[in-house]
């Protein structure tokens, strides 16, 4: 058993959200008790102490969206490359990476990409994988990452059609197979979706195919109107706008999960509430592309169920609620607004969409819960209690703070240093790797 305590415990429980020096008591994977420190321990007199020093104790933090195969690109510049638009972002830079992507540099993103996640205190990723390199067993390399570091993660592969015919086919027979896989498996730390990029890069055909591979198996994570790419294509092509063309190929439903929705129309909101497909919204990503602010207020107004994510623009996904705070009011040009909306989108609404994949309670602490379990250091000089908990997230906090990492009931991260695990080694073969890849891209040695 293992008891982690001495801190400021929010346990986003509304029953009972706080306690000003607490203790959670984890049983393997689960979650036993949450209360004080000094019954804790008295309660549980044999279970390993973690000290969280007078930090704070609080849920994993759940990143609704990223991109493990960016993992590499840290500090890189391609050649020539001088986007002007969002189309020459992708092709510029994105797709010219994944399709340098093998097996290896697929697990060494993964490598890069976990760890990272694990030291801002991120205990569940849903990830959008692309390595046109590489497809066929590239879902399964990520599993081996993710299972040897600990982290909770769902996965699936995006479907394209923008290198032709045959890579359109491994992509869909890669999701097929990791979602069979997934089905069978039951692994309670690794899930399954259904991926597909930008609409624009996938035609009805390629759609009824994923749909007939998918075969109910699980729901889809799909780009959606990120640019205006999307809404162009879809009207000049098929006469409807996206999310229509979503509706009509059967790809909408309460488990499907649309990333970005930038330029969606208040009918398609309609569409995407009376279906129940969730949304995830990527406020840094958006500006870093300058493709748009998403219209979430709009969009959690008609009770879409709308949660965050990083497009793996950042791992810290505090550093993602404070630009979305911003971006909606400069957006609005309202001071007042975003503000509750943006707590809710992390810690509800992210509860809300990974619950629906990993089956267990996740992003709260109390009893019966997930054993997802973080330590932030954080001493405040201005009162701190749960009447301002959220004021000293947004406006104190960053995912560096995290000292302590606990997914699954495993210590995998403790006082900032990881726990079992060789780092200098796995970033002197990541190293390795992104040499490898900056050098095909680039055509020169690193």
């Known amino acids: 058993?293992?008891?982690?305590?001495?801190?400021?415990?929010?346990?986003?429980?509304?029953?009972?959200?706080?306690?000003?020096?607490?203790?959670?008591?984890c049983d393997g994977a689960k979650i036993v008790a949450v209360g004080e420190t000094g019954a804790m321990k008295a309660a549980y007199p044999g279970a390993r102490f973690v000290d969280a020093r007078g930090g704070v104790v609080m849920p994993g933090l759940i990143n609704a969206h990223t991109h493990i195969y960016s993992g590499l690109a840290r500090g890189l510049a391609i050649?020539?490359?001088?986007?002007?638009?969002?189309?020459?972002?992708?092709?510029?830079?994105?797709?010219?990476?994944?399709?340098?992507?093998?097996l290896d540099g697929t697990r060494a993103s993964a490598y890069a990409t976990i760890l990272d996640c694990i030291r801002n205190g991120v205990t569940t990723i849903f990830d959008h994988h692309a390595s046109f390199g590489e497809i066929p067993g590239s879902l399964f390399a990520i599993r081996d990452v993710a299972r040897e570091l600990g982290i909770r993660a769902c996965l699936c592969y995006e479907v394209s059609e923008r290198d032709g015919a045959e890579k359109t086919r491994q992509s869909i027979g890669e999701n097929a197979e990791f979602a069979r896989w997934a089905k069978a498996a039951d692994d309670p730390m690794i899930k399954a979706m259904f991926g597909g990029h930008a609409l624009f890069t996938i035609s009805d055909k390629t759609f009824e195919e994923m749909v007939k591979a998918n075969d109910g198996m699980t729901g889809f994570h799909i780009h959606v109107a990120e640019g205006m790419n999307d809404v162009y294509d879809s009207?000049?092509?098929?006469?409807?706008?996206?999310?229509?063309?979503?509706?009509?190929?059967?790809?909408?439903?309460?488990r499907t999960l649309l990333g970005h929705c930038i330029h969606v129309s208040p009918a398609e909101m309609d569409i995407i509430k009376q279906t129940g497909t969730m949304v995830v919204n990527n406020p840094e990503s958006n500006m870093g592309n300058a493709v748009g602010c998403a219209p979430v207020l709009?969009?959690?107004?008609?009770?879409?169920?709308?949660?965050?994510?990083?497009?793996?623009?950042?791992?810290?996904?505090?550093?993602?609620?404070?630009?979305?705070l911003i971006i909606q009011r400069h957006n609005a040009a309202l001071p007042n607004v975003a503000w509750g909306e943006d707590v809710t989108m992390q810690f509800v609404n992210n509860r809300?969409?990974?619950?629906?994949?990993?089956g267990v309670p996740l992003g709260i602490l109390k009893e019966g819960a997930a054993a997802d379990v973080i330590v932030m250091d954080y001493k405040p000089f201005t009162p701190f209690s749960d009447a301002n908990i959220d004021g000293h997230m947004l406006f104190g906090m960053n995912g560096r703070n995290c000292r302590t990492t606990v997914i699954n009931g495993r210590v995998l991260y403790e006082d900032r240093q990881f726990v079992d695990l060789d780092e200098d080694r796995i970033n002197a073969w990541t190293l390795e790797q992104s040499r490898k890849l900056w050098g095909d891209l680039n055509h020169r040695t690193y």
């Open 79 to 102: 050649d020539g490359n001088n986007p002007t638009n969002f189309l020459e972002v992708l092709e510029g830079m994105w797709w010219a990476i994944d399709r340098k992507l093998t």
């Open 1 to 25: 058993m293992l008891i982690i305590g001495n801190g400021k415990v929010i346990t986003r429980d509304p029953e009972r959200p706080w306690l000003a020096d607490g203790a959670v008591v």
């Open 235 to 254: 009207l000049r092509n098929y006469g409807c706008r996206p999310v229509n063309r979503l509706l009509y190929n059967g790809i909408l439903g309460d």
């Open 352 to 358: 809300i969409i990974a619950e629906k994949y990993f």
């Open 298 to 324: 709009q969009m959690l107004k008609k009770g879409i169920t709308v949660g965050m994510g990083t497009d793996a623009y950042t791992h810290d996904m505090l550093e993602s609620m404070k630009v979305f």
